[in-house]
C-alpha cells in the first residue's frame, strides 16, 4: 500500500489524526566496516584516550530528534528516549551501531530507529576519513517495532 | 591520524583557517535492498503515478545543506551543488543512489555526498515501509573525491 | 484583542496551558501569477518530463512543519497531516495552490496552513525564475478553520 | 530555460561553482490587507503600546537567513545584509513590506527577499489573527535585483 | 543521580515513557552588567526611538523553542508559554532578565526558562558590543521550578 | 554607536557587504557554580565512567555554529574552527569552560563564541541537575578578539 502517494501519485503526509497515541518502541542497527588500521586505531584509542564513540553516539541522538525535519513525510513527535551504542567488532573489522526509540504517539518510530544508526555511522566516519576514506556503511536495518496498529515486526535474522 | 581529537584525547573542529579555498567534489553512493513486492511496485509506478524517486532525490538535497548540524564536527560550507540520483536495479532487487557534491571551500564534501545518500535512502525506506519493512540500505560509501591538500581519491571497485 | 502582547505592550506566546486538545483543521491558499512563458513551459512541462509541481508541494509540507520557528509567537506542535496541491489554472495566467493542515492541539493550524502555501509558492518561484521574474504571489489567505473554542471560521468567498 | 531540472526532468541545484562571487542584491515587497478593525488597532497600536511591525520585521529577517533550508534547490550563502521594514498605508488599508537583502555570492538574493517579506507578512497576519481572520497577502513580488551575469532586472511598475 | 549516563557510562536520554504528562512551570533569571555608557545609552534609547529589549525579548522566546535541538539530551516538547522580560535595573549597572516556561509534558521545562535567558542575554550583548564589549553575563540561574514527580523547587534566594 | 538599529530606531542587520573578509578570532569565558554533592560526582565520575565534560563540549560547537539562527541580527558565517574546554577548578567549586572560534570573514565571531561558552555550561547544568538544581552560571563573558576594523580588544583581567 502506497500510504505517502494521494490517488493522483501527490506526495502527502499519512493522516493519523484519528489514531491514538500509544507506546511505539523501535529498534534498529548498521555496521561501519573498517580497514585494518582504523580498527587499531580505534581499540588503542577508546583504551588511551579520546573516544569517537560517545561523539558518534551523541550525533545519533540529536539526529533522531531531527527525524521528521529530514524525511520530507515524516510526523514531528515528542521522542521519550532514544539510545545509541556502538561497539567494535574485532573479527568482522567493523563498528557495529545500535538504536533504540521510544515514544508514546499515534505515529511509529522506525525512522528515528534508523536516522540514529545513520548519522551516528556518517558521524564515524567523519571521524575516521583522516586515516582512510574507504570506510562502508553496510546493513543499515529495523530489527524489531512494536506498538501501533500493525503490532510487533521482527527482521528474519 | 586523528584529526578530531587534540592530544589531550578532546573532540575538536580541524582547524581550516590557514587554508585557501579551492574547488572541492565528492561522488558517493549506496543501495537499498527491497522486497520483490517493493521493487513491482516501484517498476509499477514510476510509469503509471507518482514516483518516489524525485521524493527522494530532493531529500538527499536538502539532507546535504544540513551535514553542518548533525554531524558534530563538519565546518559549515557554501555548497555550489548538489545532485542525487535513484535508479531501480532489478536484477539486484535494489534502488541505487548515487550523489555528486561541489564546494569552493577550504574543506572537503564528502561527508555532503554521503549524507545526500543517506538520507535519500532513509526516505525511500520511509516512503516504501507501509509495503514492507524489510528493506537494507547497503554499501553506503565514497566513491571519489578530488581537491584539497590530499588530492584525488577514489574507491577501490 | 491583542492577544500576543501583555498589558504593557511586550510581545508574547499565547498561554495554551488550559486548554484541553482537540482536533484542529485548517484550509489555505494563493496563486502565483505567471507570465505566458511561463504559463506554457509548465502546461508542457507537466506532460512531458520534470514537474516543479511535486516540488513545491513537498517544499510547502516541510515549511508547515517549520511554522514554529519561523514565526516567533506560534507555539510548537504535532501536525497530523499536512497536504498541499498545486494546480494549473490558465484562463488566469496563474498557479493556485491549496494547503490543508490538521492536529490534535490546543491551538489552532492555520498559520501551519498558510506557511505552505507561502513556501510552496516561493518553491515554485524559485524553479521558473530562470524563464522569467515577473511572477507575483497573490492572495494568499485562509478559506476555513474548525476546532477550538471559536469553532469554525469560513472567508467570505 | 528550466534551470533546476536536469535533462531527464530530475530537480537539481544550479551548478554555481565556476562563478566568480559578486554583489548581489534584491528588493520585495508585499502587503498585507486588514479589516478596518485591525487597521484602527494597528494605528492606536504604534502610538500607544506594543507594536507588531519589529517583531514581523525580525521574523522577515531570521526567516530570510532560511531561506536555504526552506527552499529546496536554493544555495547556502552568506547574506551581508537584510532590512525589512513594515508601514502601514490606510488609504489601502493595508501593510506595505519592503525587503533589502545583500550578499557577495556567486548565486543572487531574489529569493531572500522574497522569503523575508513572505515570513513578515505571515506573522503580522498571526499577531492580528485574534482581531480578525480575514486579512490577505497581496502582491508579494520581486521589486529590482543587481549584480550576477544577468545584471539589473527591475519589475515594470 | 547521573539520570544521564547508563551503567556504563554512555550518555542516553531519560526514558520518559512511563510518566504522564502534567503542567510543568519554571521560572529563571540572569543579569547582563553594562558598562556606564551602555547603561545611558539604554536609558535613553527606551525612551526615545529603537528599543533591544524587546529584540532580545524575542530571541528568548525563540531559543527556549529550541532547546531541544540545543541541548543533547533534553526531549523534543510542546511549550505552551513562554515569557521573556528584560528591565534596566541601574542602580547595579546591569540589565534583569525573567523568564517563565510552561508545558504539559511528561519533563520538565528547567532547561526552556534557562535557555531563554541565555538567548536573550546573548542577544542583548550582540546589541550593544558596538558600544563596548566588556559586558558581563551574570548569575544564570533557576529561581522556581512546579510539576513532575519531585514537585516544587525554588532557588535559595 | 547603536550599529543594529536604524535611524529611525528599526532593528537591521549592519552591513558588511563593503568589507573584505578576514582571518577573526575569540575567545570566551564562563563558570558553572556548582554544589559540593556535584563537585565529588564529577571529581570521581571522570576519573571511573562516563563524563559530562565531553558532551558539554561536543554541545558548545554544534551551538556555536546555530549563532547566527538564535540571535536575530547576527551574520551566517563559515567557522574555520570552534574548540571548547571544560575543566574542574575545585577550590572555586566550579567548572570552567573557555571556548575559542575562528574564521574568515567580514564579521567578528565574538558571539559564537559566547554561544559556545552558553551552551555547553547549560549542557552541563542539563545533566547535573538530578543531583541538585542550585547551579549558577556566572561571568560569561569575552576574553579577547583579533582581526576586524576594530582589532584586538582584550578584558581588564
Keep these: 500500500m502506497w500510504t505517502h502517494f494521494d490517488e493522483e501519485g501527490r506526495p502527502q503526509m499519512v493522516d493519523v489524526s484519528g489514531k ?7 529498534w534498529a542497527e548498521g555496521w ?8 587499531e586505531a580505534l581499540q588503542g ?3 588511551k584516550k579520546g573516544d569517537p564513540f560517545p561523539v558518534a553516539e551523541l550525533a545519533g ?5 531531527q527525524t521528521w525535519s529530514l524525511i520530507p513525510l515524516c510526523h514531528p513527535l515528542r521522542l521519550d528516549q532514544v ?35 545513520s548519522v551516528a555511522a556518517l558521524t564515524l566516519y567523519d571521524m575516521c576519513k583522516g ?5 562502508v556503511l553496510e546493513s543499515i536495518r529495523l530489527l524489531r517495532k512494536t506498538g501501533g ?3 510487533t515486526w521482527s527482521c528474519d535474522g
Design 83 to 117: 539510545e545509541v551504542r556502538c561497539e567494535l567488532v574485532p573479527h568482522r573489522c567493523s563498528v557495529r551501531i545500535l538504536s533504540h526509540s521510544v515514544a508514546t504517539e499515534a505515529t511509529g518510530v522506525e525512522m528515528e530507529a534508523l536516522m540514529a544508526v
Design 131 to 135: 586515516l582512510d576514506k574507504g570506510m
Design 45 to 47: 584509542h577508546t583504551l
Design 61 to 65: 541522538i540529536q539526529g533522531a530528534k
Design 149 to 151: 496498529k500493525s503490532g
Design 20 to 26: 491514538a497515541p500509544n507506546l511505539r518502541e523501535a
Design 32 to 39: 561501519v566496516r573498517v580497514t585494518v588500521p582504523i580498527l
